[in-house]
């Protein structure tokens, strides 16, 4: 990989992109960020980026819609979904849309370096200390749940199968990203 490939990141975080392009920028890369998806497509059609690091939800819209029209500009890019509410099913989505890997919010330049094979590993499996708690998963989870139920608690209880009043406490907690 080439120190000098661009990358384009897409999300609707300002904070996020500022301060992930600088990070990037700092070890060598020419990084652009777009906020939109207007934008996303214009710097894409511009830079033909090599990496491409796009958010799941960016705004009102849905990331996944942009993976074919972005590798249509550049059919060698490497997509990396990134999204907040991980899921199975979003996963599988992306990968077969065309998306390189998947990886869940928070995460950290050496995790997307890795995800898209920038660094080069000898063992692609994550050691004990890489792996997420379990209740980083459920947050997760209970999270997508709810946000498909469009922020209804008692919809979102009764597909968890857990009582109303559990769930509103679980979803007082705040996520649990601390590793095994």
Known sequence: MTEN???LIIDDDAVFCRIL???LEKLGFVVFSANDSQTAMS???EHLPSYIILDLNIAEENGIHLIEPLLTINPTAKILMLTGYASIATAVSA???GAFQYLPKPCGVDEILKALEVVQNTDNT???DERLSLDHYEWEYIHQVLEDCGGNISEAARILK???RTLQRKLQKRR???MV
Request: zero cysteines; proline letters at 5%; charged letters at 20%.
């Open 5 to 7: 490939s661009n990358w």
């Open 176 to 178: 649990k990203i601390n």
């Open 162 to 164: 857990m009582h109303r």
């Open 21 to 23: 392009q600088k990070s």
């Open 43 to 45: 710097l894409a059609s």
């Open 95 to 97: 990968v077969k849309l």
């Open 126 to 128: 994550p050691s004990l």
